[in-house]
T-cell receptor
């Protein structure tokens, strides 16, 4: 159980286009999802926290108008990289935090997706 | 900012126990110690977590010092598939913003045949 999927796994696009990445929790509900970015040989950097039905909270230095996040349901969050440029090329990873009763399975646990590799030409 | 300090890299012989240290001297009472690992080009994988007691599961053991200022992740019989970057993370319990996972630099563990 506790699987998080991302689609697509890889995407190559031209500079100036927009790219949408989907993150789904497959067998649990997640009121909160997180988006991370990872450049080669670096650690994961938290970009934003996405709460179902409300606006995302962005970390300092992350442009909210460039990285649009929508969390329309308890199992789906999307990240749209608008007007992508080569410097946006990176590995984007989402994570979903499970809801549930204290003491129950998955309570407060955070599960990660397999990542999406974005290459902007 | 990450609240943990880990060695940049370590290596271990296949079949031996891999002991990965982590310093978290500023940990507060409601914060847990979590360990994740990331195999190349994959998403992080949960390994184990604990509050103050030692923990063991099918993947690893977690030893937390009595003062909770440091911990050690033990992979009892390392295999080549355990080669990865291992992240020690401190996070609060509950659903507050303090419970979000912030990654540090991690330890790059190499298992040699």
């Amino acid at each position: 159980g506790a699987v998080v999927s991302q689609h697509p796994s890889r995407v190559i696009c031209k500079s100036g286009t927009s790219v949408k990445i989907e993150c789904r929790s497959l067998d649990f509900q997640a009121t909160t999802m997180f988006w991370y970015r990872q450049f080669p040989k670096q650690s994961l950097m938290l970009m934003a926290t996405s709460n179902e039905g409300s606006k995302a909270t962005y970390e300092q230095g992350v442009e909210k108008d460039k990285f649009l996040i929508n969390h329309a349901s308890l199992t789906l969050s999307t990240l749209t990289v608008t007007s992508a440029h080569p410097e946006d090329s990176s590995f984007y990873i989402c994570s979903a935090r499970a809801v549930g009763l204290a003491g129950g399975p998955y309570y407060n646990e955070q599960f990660f997706g397999p990542g999406t590799r974005l290459t902007v030409l | 900012d990450a609240k943990t300090t880990q060695p940049t890299s370590m290596d271990c012989a296949e079949g031996r126990a891999a002991n990965l240290p982590c310093n978290h001297s500023t940990i507060s009472g409601n914060e847990y110690v979590y360990w994740y690992r990331q195999i190349h080009s994959q998403g992080p994988q949960y390994i184990i977590h604990g509050l103050k007691n030692n923990e063991t599961n099918e993947m690893a053991s977690l030893i937390i010092t009595e003062d909770r200022k440091s911990s050690t992740l033990i992979l009892p019989h390392a295999t080549l598939r355990d080669t990865a970057v291992y992240y020690c993370i401190v996070r609060a319990g509950g659903y507050s913003s303090a419970s979000k996972i912030i990654f540090g630099s991690g330890t790059r563990l190499s298992i040699r045949p």
